[in-house]
């Protein structure tokens, strides 16, 4: 009996890709002031929505309310709608620029 050679598998060349737009973090989540919601309401959103603590919600929540507005996510298109739409929920002014 012969032993047949085993010859590794032969792969095609990989065409050269475009990036990954999926993984582009190149969306901004701005939320801007308004004169309906409290400053601890807007902390509490940015809490609950965006995972921040105490100090850090506070110093976005300052940032709407003596700038008139403040970038609190720039991520992927996905996950910033993701985010829009949850601050959106909760009746503050946001929205989505590229960044």
């Given amino acids: ?12 060349p990989r065409p050269a890709s475009k990036p990954d737009v999926r993984q582009d973090p190149g969306w901004r989540v701005v939320v801007w002031n ?6 601890s309401y807007v902390v509490y959103v940015f809490q609950k929505v965006l995972g921040f ?3 850090r919600a506070r110093k976005h ?4 309310h003596e700038q008139g507005k403040s970038c ?3 991520e992927t298109r996905e996950r910033a709608e993701l985010y829009w739409q949850r601050i959106q929920q909760y009746g503050l002014k ?3 620029e590229r960044a």
């Fill in 1 to 12: 009996m012969v032993a047949a050679a085993v010859s590794e598998p032969k792969t095609a």
């Fill in 34 to 39: 308004d004169p309906v919601n409290l400053m």
């Fill in 53 to 55: 603590d105490m100090k």
């Fill in 61 to 64: 929540m300052l940032e709407v």
């Fill in 72 to 74: 609190v996510a720039q």
């Fill in 94 to 96: 946001v929205t989505l």
